[in-house]
């Protein structure tokens, strides 16, 4: 068995590697500008039709009034059904993108956009990955018909294809009727289309896919980072109680955390810092391919190059995050804290991650309510403890595997809080 050692050797002699899949190449003495990713990967694209001096504002707005109810709601299922945590936090993290993303809240039950909203972020999550297509690594497959070996993935891409427009309208629409009804709640696309002066046809088109952009930004990576928490809960016993001492000295147990109790819980927000350094939700980010020929500390990046940031090295670098494997907030305080994982774990520069704000508030407010009201242990079933083990499913958002551990109220009066009404 390889130790953690030769695992983390292994990993860094990918942190950066280019596939290389062109006819010719051309090498040029001169280095390109930074190129632009990919025109036809919309779901990364820029949200220019979002003004960024106003969205952490905005959306910090916002995370008061609907993140706060939906972790709310989490608490309640959790302690209804605490063995379908998967579930649970599936759905919140959905509710929480589309209500704000929106205005659309989800029915109880099976919803339908909830649904369609799954199948389409699974298929980006699949059809995103490297390997799991030879087309993305051999481009020319893309002139393979359909019916021949190695062309079946045109079938497969028709069908997301398919389900990704219909995400991208179907809510889209449906903000636009509530308009005319005028009972359209505040949200991102309101909100884009009563500022629109003119509606053209690509000012709608930028519209339609910076609101999916936003949603598949969030959800996808919101989930995972939860069921890390209660993951390294179940592993960190320890970590988890100086987290609900600090909690219960701010914030007492008669209430639970908010929002604006962040900036006094600085225990609680290192362990939000190091869920997303430890569980690293998009390990190799977004691939991009370069336009141009570039050189970059004297190396060759040719034009269509497919660049793969290995973004899980660069949080699990022992030289940078020593014994990188642990989980310990404490690494983030003090007077010298290694360095901040959000600064890489949503993307780089113009292409960074468009739902990076929402999601940070969900997993901060996701874990502090939890930690204020549950305790979260090893599972025991027919008289054997389940330890779970650490391993992430492969795909450009990677999932952990089912978490089993126990959870429940912390105490009478915990559980009176969670059963409290909902704000």
Not at 16 to 35: D, E, G, Q, T, Y
Not at 123 to 152: D, E, K, Q
Not at 278 to 304: Q, R
Not at 391 to 397: F, H, K, M, N, P
């Amino acid at each position: 068995m390889l130790t953690s050692e030769a695992l983390l050797n292994a990993a860094a002699l990918a942190l950066a590697f280019v596939l290389v899949h062109i006819s010719w190449n051309k090498f040029s003495n001169k280095a390109a500008p930074l190129p632009p990713g990919p025109r036809k990967l919309p779901l990364i694209g820029n949200l220019f039709d979002i003004p960024r001096e106003r969205e952490w504002f905005t959306f910090t707005e916002w995370a008061a009034k609907w993140v706060e109810t939906e972790t709310h709601k989490l608490l309640k299922r959790l302690l209804a059904q605490p063995d379908l945590l998967d579930r649970h936090v599936r759905r919140m993290a959905a509710s929480i993108l589309i209500r704000i993303t929106y205005g659309y809240e989800l029915q109880e039950g099976q919803d339908p956009l909830l649904s369609l909203a799954e199948d389409a972020t699974n298929a980006l999550a699949l059809s995103t990955a490297p390997t799991v297509f030879m087309v993305n690594i051999i481009p020319a497959l893309r002139y393979v018909p359909a019916w021949l070996p190695g062309g079946g993935y045109k079938k497969i891409g028709a069908k997301w294809a398919q389900t990704l427009d219909e995400l991208v309208s179907r809510p889209y629409e449906w903000v636009k009727e509530q308009m005319k009804l005028g009972t359209a709640n505040a949200s991102v696309i309101s909100r884009l289309l009563s500022e629109t002066e003119e509606l053209t046809p690509e000012r709608e088109h930028h519209i339609k896919w910076s609101a999916a952009s936003l949603y598949g930004g969030g959800a996808d990576t919101t989930m995972p980072s939860i069921i890390a928490l209660f993951l390294a809960m179940t592993l960190y016993p320890d970590v988890m109680r100086k987290a609900q001492e600090e909690i219960d000295a701010v914030v007492g147990q008669d209430r639970l955390p908010i929002f604006s109790d962040r900036e006094n819980l600085p225990y609680t927000n290192a362990l939000v810092l190091e869920i997303a350094r430890w569980h690293t939700a998009a390990p190799t980010a977004v691939h991009h391919c370069s336009m141009e020929d570039d050189i970059h500390n004297g190396y060759l990046i040719p034009k269509g190059a497919m660049i793969i940031p290995n973004i899980w090295y660069m949080l699990h670098d022992p030289k940078v995050y020593p014994d990188p494997l642990e989980f310990r907030p404490e690494r983030f305080l003090g007077p010298n804290p290694e360095p901040d994982p959000y600064t890489v774990c949503f993307g780089f520069r113009r292409r960074i991650c468009p739902g990076r704000v929402l999601a940070d508030a969900s997993v901060f407010l996701s874990c502090a309510t939890s930690l204020a009201v549950f305790n979260i242990t090893k599972l025991t079933e027919n008289g054997e403890t389940i330890t779970p083990i650490h391993e992430q499913l492969t795909g450009s958002i990677s999932q952990l595997k089912p978490c089993k551990c126990a959870i429940k109220p912390r105490s009478p009066q915990a559980r009176a809080l969670i059963e409290s009404e909902i704000c």
